[in-house]
């Protein structure tokens, strides 16, 4: 499984983003799949999951609230909509599958977002 996140860039403070990552190969519709973020300096952490039916979601405390993720197995794609961005949600992005041991054992390359006041 490769995966493909796009959507980052130059953001305002108390605006949106909206990212997205592709997959290519099998099975996508089976995994759970996440978003994971990295600030300079910081342990990269877990921002929202969703399983594979799109149910089981789960959001960090940090943006619980403003952030909505979801998926479309069709297009073998999931997203990460945040609102009210703030900037301490600059970090990259990276979008996570989880493998049949339960780990996330796929990761795309990262998107970078970055917020300005």
């Known amino acids: 499984v490769q995966l493909q996140a796009s959507g980052g860039g130059l953001m305002q403070t108390e605006g949106s983003l909206r990212l997205s990552c592709v997959a290519s190969g099998h099975a996508f519709r089976s995994y759970s799949m996440a978003w994971f973020r990295q600030a300079p300096g910081k342990a990269r952490e877990i921002v929202a999951s969703i399983g594979w039916s799109g149910g089981n979601l789960y959001y960090a405390d940090s943006v619980k609230g403003r952030a909505t993720i979801s998926r479309d197995n069709a297009k073998k794609t999931v997203y990460l909509q945040m609102n009210s961005l703030k900037p301490e949600d600059a970090a990259v992005y990276y979008c996570?599958?989880?493998?049949?041991?339960?780990?996330?054992?796929?990761w795309g390359q990262g998107t970078q977002v970055t917020v300005s006041s």
């Open positions: 996570a599958g989880q493998n049949v041991g339960g780990h996330w054992g796929y």
